[in-house]
């Protein structure tokens, strides 16, 4: 089952124990725990400064969480290969491609960040017309194996 890892702030009374994540922006994430594995789907703050400090906490939380391999995936609306993501360390950042802006894109705002007990077998963008429309993001995918 999902639940709000952290939900944005909005001002409403939620009966998930979720809190904010830091930034000027609402932000949030959401994660999913299955047997083995913990999925967090993050948007991030504009703000490199933000995305930090979301990076950071949203990796502490899922460490106190803990016993799972975890993946991390979204818009981190980074453009940078590796500046701004220093919290995500030792996971492997995965970029499929550009993502951003879905009708004509060129750059690399969506990633996945998956820990060091899963491998990335292939990952890409889906391109199709009706994902242009979909979102002002395209979506990306990737296939994942569990090395345990």
Do not use: C
């Amino acid at each position: 089952m999902a639940k709000p890892f952290f939900a944005p702030r909005t001002g409403r009374a939620s009966r998930d124990p979720a809190s904010p994540l830091p930034g000027l922006e609402p932000r949030g994430a959401l994660a999913l725990r299955l047997p083995g594995l913990t999925v967090v789907a993050v948007h991030l703050g504009l703000m490199r400064s933000s995305r930090r400090a979301q990076l950071a906490r949203i990796v502490s939380q899922a460490a106190r969480i803990g016993g799972s391999e975890l993946v991390l995936t979204g818009d981190f609306n980074e453009w940078r290969d590796k500046r701004g993501l220093e919290a995500l360390d030792p996971l492997h950042v995965i970029t499929p491609g550009p993502s951003w802006p879905a009708p004509f894109p060129r750059l690399r705002y969506d990633r996945l960040a998956v820990s060091p007990g899963i491998r990335v077998d292939d990952s890409g963008v889906f391109v199709t017309p009706i994902a242009r429309i979909a979102s002002d993001h395209l979506p990306i995918w990737a296939d994942l194996t569990l090395r345990s």
